[in-house]
C-alpha cells in the first residue's frame, strides 16, 4: 500500500499558527491520552507551536526524551529502536482506564547521510555513499519495528499501530542515476515516483487484511479511525466523499476514481471533488477553532 506526499511547504511553520481540530482533539473527546514523541528539538519546522496548536497533552523531544537505558544514536539523530522504546515505556506507565494515542517522528533515516551504519547492504550499480547509508538506515528501522512490533503482539489490550514515510529521500544525485536524467526533465508519471512511499496498519487483534493499494497522507487517519472501530469527524466523513472521486492528491497531480493520473492544473472531469478538496483544506487551516 502507498500514499503520495509532496513536501512543497512547510505546513507546521506557515499555517498551523492558531488552535486546530484535528486528529488529536478528536481523540481528547473520546476520552483518549494523546501525546508526541518527536525526535528533533520542537524550533525545528516550528513543531513546538504546531503541536500545541494540535492539542496534543503531553510532549517529548530530542532535549527531553530520558529512558531508564542508554539512548543510542544512528546518522547522528536518535535511533528508531531508543524512539521505539519509550513508546513502550510511555505505554506501560499509561492510565488504563483511558486510551491511548501516540504520535511517533523519528529522524534516524533523515538526511544529511554521514555516519556509517551497519547492516551489510552494499550498492554496487549505481555506487552511491548516500543512498547505501540510506539503505542501511532502513534496515535498522526494520530490525526496531520488528521488536515493537513482537512487543504489542504479547498485550491483551488492543494495539493499532499506523507506520509510514513522509517523504522519499532527498539524494538528487542516486535519483538522476537510476532514471538517467535530470530530475527537472521527469515526466509526469516518474514524478509521482518519488513522492510515494509504503504505509501499513498492524492490529495485535485479529482485523481483515486488505491492500487499499494508492491512497493520500489526507486519508490516512480515515483508514486509522476504521481500524480502530472509531467514528469519524465531520471532516474526515467529508473525505471519504471526496475519495471516491480522487483516489490520491498531492501538491502537483491527483489520482482520479478513472485510474489516470492528471496535472492539478490541466483539464479533468474531477473539477467539482478537486473545488471540495481546496474548500475544506482552507476552512481546516484558516477557520480557527472554537
Known amino acids: 500500500m502507498v500514499f503520495t506526499v509532496l513536501i512543497s511547504t512547510v505546513p507546521f511553520s506557515y499555517y498551523v499558527k492558531h488552535k486546530h481540530d484535528g486528529l488529536p482533539i478528536v ?35 530530542a532535549h527531553n526524551i530520558s529512558l531508564s537505558n542508554i539512548i543510542k544514536y544512528n546518522n547522528d539523530n536518535i535511533a528508531d529502536k531508543t524512539m521505539f522504546n519509550k513508546l513502550i515505556e510511555l505505554y506501560e506507565k499509561r492510565d488504563r482506564n483511558k486510551g491511548f494515542f501516540v504520535w511517533l517522528t523519528t529522524m534516524q533515516n533523515h538526511a544529511e547521510y554521514r555516519s556509517i551504519v551497519p547492516g551489510g547492504i552494499e550498492l554496487i550499480c549505481p555506487k552511491n555513499p548516500d543512498a547505501e547509508i540510506y539503505l542501511n538506515l532502513l534496515h535498522q528501522s526494520d530490525l526496531a519495528y520488528k521488536d515493537l512490533i513482537e512487543y504489542f503482539k504479547k498485550q491483551d489490550e488492543h494495539v493499532i499501530v499506523l507506520m509510514f514515510g513522509d517523504h522519499f529521500p532527498h539524494i538528487q544525485s542516486f535519483t538522476e542515476k537510476l532514471f538517467k536524467k535530470p530530475i527537472e526533465s521527469l515526466s509526469l508519471d516518474e514524478k509521482i515516483k518519488l513522492h510515494q512511499t509504503p504505509f501499513k496498519i498492524w492490529s495485535n487483534k485479529p482485523m481483515k487484511s486488505r491492500d487499499i493499494g494508492e491512497t493520500s497522507l489526507s486519508y490516512l487517519s480515515n483508514y486509522l479511525m476504521e481500524a480502530a472501530g472509531l467514528p469519524k469527524a465531520n471532516y474526515q466523513k467529508a473525505l471519504d466523499e471526496i475519495k471516491k472521486d480522487i483516489v490520491d492528491i498531492n501538491g502537483f497531480a491527483f489520482k482520479g476514481a478513472n485510474g489516470q493520473w492528471y496535472n492539478v492544473h490541466e483539464d479533468n472531469p474531477y473539477k467539482e471533488a478537486l473545488n471540495k478538496y481546496a474548500t475544506l483544506n482552507y476552512y481546516r487551516l484558516f477557520d480557527e477553532y472554537k
Not at 473520546?30 to 510532549?59: M, R
Open 27 to 61: 481523540l481528547n473527546k473520546y476520552g483518549y491520552h494523546t501525546v508526541t514523541i518527536c525526535g528533533s528539538i520542537p524550533e525545528i519546522w516550528s513543531k513546538g507551536k504546531a503541536y500545541s496548536n494540535l492539542q496534543f497533552e503531553e510532549y517529548y523531544y
